[in-house]
């Protein structure tokens, strides 16, 4: 109780700290809002680890970003993955998640203002907007981050996968990064509040290429995807 306590004034503290930063770099410095913005995010998630007691681990972190456009597609047990994924990368990165999370608030205004992209399944147009946005993105080099199973799963089993982020890869003929996380469910699970320290273990694959792929071809680099995140699961016995 006691970790999940000190977690929780870590995670306020660290959100007011890089959240007033950013407010001030949005209004002083707007040019260079987005470059710090990344930053500070990355900032946010490694302070947030820290306080939970989380070591991170990264294997294979030289595929990771590095001014590629890419779509990286993830198994997701816990909140932790978003964590570990934004202190591995660092810089230049973009989520993909519900629409539900830019209505939080102040923080969903802030979580889409510094980059991410919220979509809004039952808005057809929105939705297609939004996916435009981040073929923006990519084509500026940044990564996007989408958890095909779209939620996180209860059992640490993997959930069947939705076909938006192929669908997005193919459209854009961007890589799509396999990732395996392990060990995030332990330190928090679905429907749970409290926290444990742990070990967040980043497991990144190789990048399947999608040049010449079409819409055909969706269900076939999901698949692919799928296999390939399974192996790296299983290379580290989480399965």
């Known amino acids: 109780m006691i970790r999940t306590v000190w977690a929780y004034v870590v995670i306020l503290g660290a959100t007011l700290y890089s959240g007033g930063r950013a407010i001030l770099y949005y209004f002083l410095w707007p040019r260079h809002f987005q470059r710090c913005a990344d930053r500070l995010t990355g900032e946010w998630a490694s302070i947030i680890l820290w306080g939970a007691g989380t070591r991170l681990v990264v294997r294979n972190g030289g595929r990771l970003g590095?001014?590629?456009?890419?779509?990286?597609?993830?198994?997701?047990?816990?909140?932790?993955?978003?964590?570990?994924?934004?202190?591995?990368?660092?810089?230049?990165?973009?989520?993909?998640?519900?629409?539900?999370?830019?209505?939080?608030?102040?923080?969903?205004?802030?979580?889409?203002?510094?980059?991410?992209?919220?979509?809004?399944?039952?808005?057809?147009?929105?939705?297609?907007?939004?996916?435009?946005?981040?073929?923006?993105?990519?084509?500026?080099?940044?990564?996007?981050i989408m958890f095909p199973e779209g939620t996180r799963s209860p059992t640490g089993e993997m959930g069947r996968f939705k076909k938006g982020a192929f669908v997005m890869a193919i459209k854009s003929q961007v890589p799509v990064l396999p990732v395996a996380i392990v060990g995030t469910r332990r330190i928090m699970e679905k429907g749970s509040w409290r926290m444990s320290s742990g070990t967040a273990t980043v497991i990144v694959g190789d990048p399947i290429d999608t040049t010449g792929f079409t819409l055909r071809d969706r269900n076939r680099l999901s698949r692919e995807c799928r296999e390939a995140i399974e192996g790296l699961l299983n290379g580290a016995g989480e399965l």
Request: hydrophobic letters at 40%.
């Open 66 to 144: 590095r001014g590629r456009g890419q779509i990286l597609v993830s198994n997701h047990q816990s909140w932790f993955d978003i964590f570990a994924l934004g202190t591995a990368l660092r810089d230049r990165f973009s989520f993909v998640g519900k629409k539900e999370l830019s209505r939080i608030p102040v923080v969903g205004a802030a979580w889409e203002r510094v980059g991410n992209i919220a979509i809004d399944r039952s808005d057809q147009q929105a939705a297609i907007d939004s996916l435009k946005r981040a073929d923006d993105l990519m084509r500026e080099g940044r990564t996007i």
